[in-house]
């Protein structure tokens, strides 16, 4: 037994925290950080519910879990947020940065008992930003999900060809989802643990309840998914019912010693300052939703006081703001709301032709937009500062790694400045913006020769694309956006009689 009683902590969880903490004052380079990968087959192999459940499981044994999610998603890493009660952080290869990875890895975990990080897709999809190679870099042991739906013994042969295939990373042990019941349970955990050499974990029986409807750009988020505690109390249950806690706890806390040099430097720290006293609003709400916490984090981290804003709900801004971010998420689901909010659409308007600096992402590019168009061509008045209609297609019209620069000098930075990001949307502008107005040049991950396409919306005082960045790998763009809004609140006190 890896502890005795199930009703205690284990002494190396009570104590971990106390054991980085020294091994930090002696100035060592390997730290004690219990951590596991739940990764899986393929999309669909319950990844997230199977996370979400163990980390109930893990809460209500009062062990401290740090979430994380592997890849550019949003909504899975809001589902881990709130199962955990503290927030998830995106660990992504081509938006951040091996050292960048490394340093938000060390930084979060440092006050966690367990970190637990959520992968993405199937174990080996995405090449050089895939689960696969998160574990390398990290260190982590990988739990495995398979899709048991339909499935009897064949499975060996899936699992023997995921052990196989690369033997560098650690698969552990595997959790089998949609069982049908514990007959069909019993026989696939007897046939893979005869003829190889793993142990099964857990089984995720089939369950309605456990369900979450999906859309075009991935699960319904939590803002709108109905009764979430239900649905994470049930995974929990499930959890402490099916899986086995104590090996998962083991494996978690055999992982490899974490290697961290103290010399990584992953963002130029002569940006950081706390004297600028700046004032952000970011919208956050069930429409705009979509951002990485950790851009946040680096934006106070910058001296700025950062404020969360409803544009479905707030009648009014904070007239003393310095930039306003407006992030992406679902405004065309909440197109009428949004387009009836008038006194709040007449705020931003008032204050961006004072020249405050607004930079949009996605979402925030339909919200700026002269209105949006739905699928019964009902027509919704947006904000009017980006001269196009937006519609939805049925395809996507902007997918994966992408690697922009921009063309012109404009509220982000200079003419030339490169940016990585991430693009996952299916609406476009039914008119043809003008090419002196697109920032940005923008081209695959994949294709680095070719001519790229141009992208944005760039026009004084507003920048909008929908190309989502995470800052931690885009200084530079941050430190633009900083430098403007110094600028406006300069502009601001010299106009105060």
């Known amino acids: 037994m890896f502890f005795s009683n199930k009703s205690y902590i284990p002494a190396h969880i009570i104590f971990s925290n106390l054991a980085v903490s020294l091994k930090t004052m002696s100035d060592k380079k390997t730290y004690k950080r219990p951590r596991l990968i739940i990764g899986g087959i393929s999309s669909g192999c319950c990844k997230t519910t199977i996370s979400i459940g163990l980390i109930g499981a893990l809460r209500k044994k009062n062990i401290n879990v740090q979430p994380y999610k592997i890849g550019p998603d949003y909504i899975d890493t809001a589902y881990l947020t709130h199962a955990a009660g503290k927030d998830a952080y995106n660990l992504d290869l081509w938006l951040m940065g091996r050292d960048n990875i490394n340093y938000t890895f060390f930084k979060k975990s440092s006050n966690a008992d367990i970190s637990l990080m959520e992968g993405v897709m199937g174990l080996f999809d995405g090449g050089d930003c895939s689960t696969a190679e998160m574990a390398r870099l990290l260190g982590v042991p990988v739990i495995l999900c398979i899709n048991c739906e339909k499935i009897g013994e064949s499975v060996c042969a899936m699992i023997e060809g995921f052990l196989n295939f690369d033997k560098s990373i650690n698969i552990e042990g595997l959790i089998l989802a949609k069982v049908s ?4 349970y019993k026989l696939l955990k007897e046939a893979i643990e005869k003829r190889l050499k793993i142990k099964v974990l857990g089984n995720l029986v089939n369950d309605r309840n456990l369900s979450v409807k999906e859309r075009y750009l991935g699960l319904t988020t939590v803002f709108e998914k109905k009764d979430l505690e239900v649905f994470i109390d049930n995974a929990t249950k ?12 083991e494996i978690a806390y055999n992982a490899s010693d974490f290697n961290y040099k103290s010399s990584y430097r992953p963002f130029d720290t002569a940006c950081l300052h706390d004297d600028y006293k700046l004032k952000i609003a970011y919208s956050f709400d069930s429409a705009f939703s979509f951002f990485y916490r950790q851009n946040i984090d680096i934006l106070k981290m910058m001296g700025a006081e950062c404020m969360p804003f409803s544009p479905l709900k707030d009648s009014c801004l904070d007239k003393d703001i310095d930039l306003l971010i407006l992030w992406g998420g679902f405004p065309e689901v909440f197109a ?6 008038k006194s709040l659409k007449n705020d931003i308007l008032k204050l961006y032709k004072h ?7 996605c979402g925030g590019f339909i919200y700026l937009a002269k209105s949006f168009i739905d699928k019964k061509n009902k027509v919704y008045p947006m904000l009017g500062l980006i001269p196009a209609d937006i519609k939805l297609s049925e395809k996507l019209k902007g997918f994966g790694y992408k690697l922009a620069q921009t063309r012109f000098d404009t509220i982000v930075g200079n003419a030339g400045m490169k940016v990585r990001g991430h693009e996952f949307h299916h609406s476009f502008s039914v008119e ?8 940005y040049i923008l081209r695959s991950k994949y294709e680095e020769g070719a001519n790229g396409n141009l992208d944005g919306f760039a026009n004084g005082n507003l920048f909008a694309t929908y190309l989502h960045a995470h800052f931690i790998g885009n200084i530079s763009l941050v430190s633009g956006l900083i430098s403007r809004a110094r600028v406006y609140r300069s502009k601001k006190i010299s106009e105060m009689p």
Request: aromatic fraction near 8%.
């Open 181 to 184: 019941g514990q007959k069909h």
């Open 336 to 341: 009428k709301r949004l387009s009836e909010n």
């Open 432 to 439: 043809e913006l003008p090419d002196k107005y697109k920032p």
């Open 355 to 361: 020249g405050l600096p607004i930079y949009a992402e």
């Open 238 to 249: 499930q959890a402490e019912k099916n899986f086995d806690i104590e090996k998962i706890l």
